[in-house]
């Protein structure tokens, strides 16, 4: 189990003690070195932005789905021969964020795409059989 992975255990068993917001001010803290990202949910459909400035080329990152787990892994070179830096916020070098999702995903429909500096993931909810709705026949016995 990685040191996130550990993180994220700990957060789950605080939580039940802890309202949600007490969370947000950590929030930095936990991802420092990794990207920054919106999730968004509609109905049985989920949209994930994922700020990834600065990628060269698409091969340098890795996009798992399982489960309720959006994992995203990669490398981002941002130095510059001659010149030393002073001051560094952009996400640089290797990284890895892996995302809770709130509900099962279909890992047969997901499409993600680069534009701009933005890793944009379209997820679909797994709807099992089970959940849905079967009529049950009667079969007449007299």
Same mark, same amino acid.
């Given at each position: 189990?990685?040191?996130?992975?550990?993180?994220?255990?700990?957060?789950?068993?605080?939580?039940?003690?802890?309202?949600?917001?007490?969370?947000?001010?950590?929030?930095?803290?936990?991802?420092?070195?990794?990207?920054?990202?919106?999730?968004?949910?509609?109905?049985?459909?989920?949209?994930?932005?994922? *700020?990834?400035?600065?990628?060269?080329?698409?091969?340098?990152?890795?996009?798992? *789905?399982?489960?309720?787990?959006?994992?995203?892994?990669?490398?981002?070179?941002?130095?510059?021969?001659?010149?030393?830096?002073?001051?560094?916020?952009?996400?640089?070098?290797?990284?890895?964020?892996?995302?809770?999702?709130?509900?099962?995903?279909?890992?047969?429909?997901?499409? *993600?795409?680069?534009?701009?500096?933005?890793?944009?993931?379209?997820?679909?909810?797994?709807?099992?059989?089970?959940?849905?709705?079967?009529?049950?026949?009667?079969?007449?016995?007299?």
């Amino acid at each position: 189990m990685n040191k996130f992975s550990q993180l994220q255990q700990w957060k789950k068993s605080l939580t039940k003690f802890m309202d949600e917001d007490f969370w947000v001010d950590f929030q930095d803290m936990m991802y420092e070195n990794s990207p920054k990202l919106n999730l968004y949910e509609s109905g049985n459909e989920l949209f994930c932005l994922i *700020a990834l400035p600065g990628l060269k080329e698409i091969s340098q990152i890795d996009v798992y *789905a399982y489960q309720r787990v959006l994992e995203v892994k990669g490398q981002i070179n941002l130095r510059f021969p001659h010149y030393r830096l002073v001051q560094e916020e952009l996400l640089h070098g290797k990284f890895e964020r892996t995302i809770e999702l709130p509900y099962p995903v279909r890992d047969d429909k997901i499409e *993600a795409t680069y534009q701009s500096g933005i890793l944009y993931v379209h997820l679909h909810r797994l709807i099992s059989p089970s959940e849905e709705k079967k009529r049950v026949n009667i079969q007449q016995l007299d």
